[in-house]
């Protein structure tokens, strides 16, 4: 049966793509710009703050320096006289060194001014972190609310896709791009957008540092960039599809999972355990492979970049220790340069692990805006017009319909039902039985004709006030986990506890209940499973009897209950289909057999239509189905105890 919800569907062919994705992502920041300039003010102020502290120490460095040559050197004397002194005595290199700091002979260290510099220092770093610990919070509330809001937006997608997507697409593999790949999407920002704003800026800030204190120095660094950029683009298109591969393994798990307990019973009563074990274990190692390759891929870039980034700090040192040497540059200066270039390196080397852990947010965004722009149902007119009151006549008027291009499933079909009239409809498997259902509801959108209601097409009206004259019941009873009182009460929410007890009460639902101890708030866990299949499916029939449709379909609705129970439900059936429309997608001839009209549909199309004896006078595709099932149908119901079957 392909109502919404079906279990029955085709797996999804493969993980979709979509063009612009890391484009796109930004774009998600764009309604926040706002906080995104305050987070930029917050890192380049951060950045600013602690980008001065190697240069503080720096000084403290020569300070402390100067003060140990100082004490080297005869008092009484100039700084100049001293140098010359250490030239003519053949000191040359301890004359350049000494003369990259301001030295004063005799003197020794000048602890308070290094104690002064090393509070300011401490004042910057604290500065510093105070901006970068605000930079968090607020990078945490524009993630979560970008977040909340793409979550908002898948919701509202999956209202206006139509059924033919979720007949492509299991329940597992979907709930996994609405949790698995968005809750990824959240993870990934949540950890690199602050840190991103804070790297950039770093390097930048370090890079002008470096070249202040030593264009040639900065150069020597500079060399290994390129070398570690290409090798981070190269490490990190190999990433992104592996975690491609990985997501859509764990949509497919997530789907497999889902089949597997939708049908744990008939798992169990087949004995089939140990295949879908093996399943749920093919399935399972896709994700581990996949999984394992795309760790390696984007973990592989860290080690790459610290090993490059590693040969560029032996240059600066070889080649700074040549230029204080050659009385260049201080030893101070040496030393901050070292601290800028680590600090400069080493948000190179996070940023370019940050871009392989972005592939895995790209590929999980891959998913959520493949679902996004999914082609989504025909809008409702802009001006939807209504019957001026709804009696409940149908008509088809050369309706037709196909599931995909090139495959007509109905062809050309005519039908015109009284109000208050029940419909039967019959045939065999893949005739267009449920379909029609499906179109009448507008599930479904017919490729050809009309369907109109009460002389109303109902391709004019809005969706939900087409359904909202349809009640349903179908074969698989749907419940919530919720009490039976709110069970009943779905189709109207504001309902009072005496319409529900009265709709209980005309269906048959109001005996069963008084036996529980919490009677009608009796809590039912998912899917009802704590209560029988006819009792299910008798709160399914009060919920339809709550709303007073107009029209009724009603998928055979007592195929999997006792004898005894199927009276009961025939009987609530009986009472919601009077005075109404109601179209029944039948199996057994006791149902059959009532309706006022039999339409016997066979290739998408109406092979005949009549009463039950009409329609065996006349001997055609009904009288054969009948004859051919009459016979093994009343021996296998006198057996069982059950009505004839069709």
């Known amino acids: 049966m392909r109502w919404p919800n079906s279990r029955n569907r085709p797996r999804a062919t493969g993980p979709d793509t979509a063009p612009g994705t890391g484009r796109r992502l930004l774009g998600l920041l764009r309604p926040h710009r706002p906080r995104v300039a305050v987070l930029l003010v917050l890192g380049i102020a951060g950045v600013a703050l ?11 460095t020569d300070l402390i320096f100067a003060g140990v040559a100082g004490r080297q050197l005869p008092a009484g004397t100039t700084r100049q006289e001293a140098l010359a002194r250490l030239h003519a005595e053949g000191h040359d290199t301890l004359a350049r060194v000494f003369s990259t700091v301001d ?3 005799g003197r020794g260290i000048d602890f308070g001014g290094v104690g ?3 509070l300011i220092t401490l004042a910057l770093y604290l500065a510093a972190s105070l901006c970068t610990l605000l930079q968090g919070r607020l990078a945490a509330t524009v993630v979560q609310r970008v977040v909340f809001e793409l979550r908002e937006r898948v919701e509202a997608k999956l209202a206006r896709l139509p059924l033919s997507y979720f007949d492509r697409h299991p329940a597992g593999e979907l709930l996994s791009r609405v949790t698995n790949d968005v809750d990824n999407l959240q993870q990934i920002l949540q950890q690199t957008l602050g840190q991103l704003i ?9 890079l002008v540092l470096m070249v202040v204190i030593s264009p040639l120095l900065a150069l020597v660094m500079l060399a290994s960039v390129p070398v570690s950029a290409l090798l981070a683009a190269w490490i990190a298109r190999r990433a992104q599809p592996r975690y491609a591969e990985q997501w859509a393994a764990t949509g497919s798990l997530s789907a497999h999972v889902e089949e597997m307990y939708g049908g744990h019973a008939l798992v169990k009563g087949f004995g089939r355990r140990e295949l879908a074990e093996r399943g749920f274990d093919e399935h399972n190692d896709a994700v581990f492979a996949a999984g394992v390759k795309a760790q390696f891929a984007s973990g592989a870039i860290e080690p790459a970049m610290t090993f490059v980034a590693a040969l560029g700090y032996i240059a600066v040192a070889v080649v700074g220790a040549l230029r204080v040497l050659s009385g260049a540059l201080s030893l101070g200066d040496v030393q901050a340069f070292i601290l800028y270039s680590r600090q400069f390196s080493q948000p190179i080397v996070e940023v370019a692990s940050i871009a392989g852990r972005l592939q895995s947010a790209v590929a999980s965004a891959e998913r959520v805006f493949a679902l996004l722009d999914a082609d989504e149902q025909r809008p409702d007119p802009r001006a939807p017009v209504r019957p001026a009151r709804v009696r409940g006549q149908v008509e088809f008027a050369r309706v037709s319909f196909r599931y995909s291009p090139g495959t007509p499933l109905i062809e050309d079909l005519s039908l015109t039902v009284a109000p208050g009239s029940t419909v039967a409809i019959v045939g065999p498997t893949g005739a267009g039985k449920t379909t029609v259902g499906n179109l009448l509801m507008r599930f479904y959108e017919p490729t050809g004709g009309r369907i109109l209601l009460d002389g109303t097409d109902t391709a004019l009206m809005t969706r939900e006030e087409v359904r909202a004259q349809f009640g349903l019941v179908l074969q698989d009873a749907w419940l919530f986990g919720g009490t039976i009182a709110e069970n009943i009460a779905y189709g109207r929410p504001g309902a009072t506890r005496e319409e529900i007890v009265a709709a209980a009460r005309a269906t048959c639902v109001d005996r069963f209940v008084r036996t529980l101890p919490d009677g009608y708030d009796t809590v039912l866990d ?23 449709p107009a029209i009724l379909v009603l998928d055979e609705a007592t195929s999997a209950v006792d004898t005894r129970t199927e009276v009961l439900i025939q009987r609530a059936l009986g009472s919601l289909r009077a005075g109404r429309t109601s179209f029944v997608i039948a199996h057994r001839l006791s149902t059959i057999r009532d309706a006022d009209v039999i339409v016997v549909m066979e290739s998408g199309g109406i092979a005949e239509q009549g009463t039950h004896s009409e329609l065996l006078d006349n001997g055609g595709t009904y009288a054969r189905l009948y004859a051919a099932l009459k016979e093994p149908a009343a021996g296998a119901a006198h057996s069982a105890g059950r009505p004839d079957t069709l």
């Open 198 to 206: 804070i790297l950039v800026f770093s390097i930048l800030s370090m």
């Open 526 to 548: 998912d899917e009802g499973s704590n209560a029988s299949a006819g009792e299910r499916q008798l709160i399914t029939v009060a919920r339809a009897f709550l709303t007073d």
């Open 116 to 118: 002064r510099l090393l």
């Open 50 to 60: 602690s980008a001065l502290g190697p240069k503080l120490l720096g000084q403290a």
């Open 103 to 105: 030295v004063v002979p």
